[in-house]
C-alpha cells in the first residue's frame, strides 16, 4: 500500500537518513500511464524530507527498495538522535495514512527565469504571454485539476512562484555540492533534471506554513 508515515522498512546495509519519513510509494501499484518518468516497474520509493533547507543545502532524500529485498523496521526517529522536542512535534504532523492515486493534468505554474543583475527575474524567454497563462491556470486549476498533497512527476509547484522550482532546486544542489555538503558531480543544466514528486507539506506540518518540498 502507498501511505504517508507508517513503520520505517529499510534494506539492512542502508543507514537511516538524516531526514524524517514522508511517504512509500509501490511502484507495483501504479499504473502503467499515470506517469511519464522513467522509474521502476516494481519496488518501492522511500521519500524523506524536511519542510525546508538551510541554503544551500537540500533537505530530502528518496531511497529505491528493490521488490524482494531484505528489509528491517527501523527507528523513525533516528534522525532527531538528540530527541528534540521542536522537531519531534513538527514529525507528530507530518500526514499519516493511505495515500489514493489519480492521474490528472499539471501545467507549468511560472513565468520568469532568474538573471544575475537588476531586477534579477526577467520573463521566460520565447513564452511573452506566459504570466498571463500561468494566471489564467491558476484561476481554474481548482476546477479542473485540483493541487494534491503529494504529486509524482508533473511540473514543480509552490504556493506563491514565478521562476520554476525545478531550476532553483537545481541551483540549490550545484551550490551545496561546490559547499562540499552534497556528493557530486552535478549537472548545473536543469535540462538534465527531473521533477520526480512534490509534497505540499505547508498543509500539514506545524510550523511550516506554505512549504513545498521537492524531490
Same mark, same amino acid.
Given at each position: 500500500? *502507498?501511505?504517508?508515515?507508517?513503520?520505517?522498512? !529499510?534494506?539492512? =546495509?542502508?543507514?537511516?537518513?538524516?531526514?524524517?519519513?514522508?511517504? @512509500? /510509494?509501490?511502484?507495483?501499484?501504479? +499504473?502503467?500511464?499515470?506517469?511519464?518518468?522513467?522509474? +521502476?516497474?516494481?519496488?518501492?520509493?522511500?521519500?524523506?524530507?524536511?519542510?525546508?533547507?538551510?541554503?544551500?543545502?537540500?533537505?530530502?532524500?528518496?531511497?529505491?527498495?528493490?521488490?524482494?529485498? %531484505? /528489509?528491517?523496521?527501523?527507528?523513525?526517529?533516528?534522525?532527531?538522535?538528540?530527541?528534540?522536542?521542536?522537531?519531534?512535534?513538527?514529525?507528530? @504532523?507530518?500526514?499519516?495514512?493511505?495515500?489514493?492515486?489519480?492521474?490528472? !493534468?499539471?501545467?507549468?505554474?511560472?513565468?520568469?527565469?532568474?538573471? +544575475?543583475?537588476?531586477?534579477?527575474?526577467?520573463?521566460? +524567454?520565447?513564452?511573452? !504571454?506566459?504570466?498571463?497563462?500561468?494566471?489564467?491556470?491558476?484561476? %481554474?486549476?481548482? *476546477?479542473?485539476?485540483? @493541487?494534491?498533497?503529494?504529486?509524482?512527476?508533473?511540473?514543480?509547484?509552490?504556493? /506563491?512562484?514565478? !521562476? =520554476?522550482?525545478?531550476?532553483?532546486?537545481?541551483? %540549490?544542489?550545484?551550490?551545496?555540492?561546490?559547499?562540499?555538503?552534497?556528493?557530486?558531480?552535478? @549537472?548545473? =543544466?536543469?535540462? =538534465?533534471?527531473?521533477?520526480?514528486?512534490?509534497?505540499?507539506?505547508?498543509?500539514?506540518?506545524?510550523?511550516?506554513?506554505?512549504? %513545498? /518540498?521537492?524531490?
Amino acid at each position: 500500500m *502507498d501511505r504517508f508515515g507508517g513503520p520505517l522498512m !529499510l534494506p539492512v =546495509d542502508v543507514s537511516v537518513p538524516d531526514d524524517p519519513f514522508v511517504a @512509500s /510509494v509501490d511502484l507495483s501499484a501504479l +499504473p502503467a500511464d499515470a506517469s511519464d518518468l522513467p522509474l +521502476p516497474k516494481d519496488g518501492r520509493l522511500l521519500f524523506f524530507a524536511w519542510p525546508e533547507s538551510d541554503y544551500p543545502s537540500p533537505a530530502g532524500q528518496v531511497i529505491y527498495v528493490p521488490a524482494g529485498t %531484505t /528489509v528491517t523496521e527501523r527507528d523513525g526517529h533516528a534522525w532527531n538522535p538528540r530527541g528534540i522536542e521542536q522537531y519531534r512535534a513538527m514529525f507528530d @504532523s507530518y500526514p499519516q495514512g493511505p495515500m489514493r492515486w489519480r492521474a490528472d !493534468l499539471s501545467l507549468p505554474c511560472h513565468w520568469a527565469i532568474e538573471i +544575475p543583475h537588476e531586477p534579477w527575474s526577467a520573463a521566460l +524567454p520565447g513564452h511573452p !504571454l506566459a504570466k498571463e497563462l500561468v494566471q489564467a491556470w491558476g484561476e %481554474t486549476q481548482d *476546477d479542473i485539476a485540483p @493541487s494534491e498533497l503529494f504529486q509524482l512527476g508533473g511540473y514543480a509547484d509552490e504556493e /506563491v512562484v514565478h !521562476l =520554476d522550482p525545478l531550476d532553483i532546486a537545481v541551483a %540549490t544542489v550545484t551550490d551545496a555540492v561546490k559547499a562540499g555538503s552534497w556528493e557530486g558531480p552535478v @549537472s548545473a =543544466d536543469s535540462a =538534465d533534471w527531473v521533477l520526480l514528486a512534490d509534497w505540499h507539506a505547508g498543509r500539514d506540518v506545524t510550523g511550516y506554513e506554505g512549504s %513545498t /518540498v521537492h524531490w
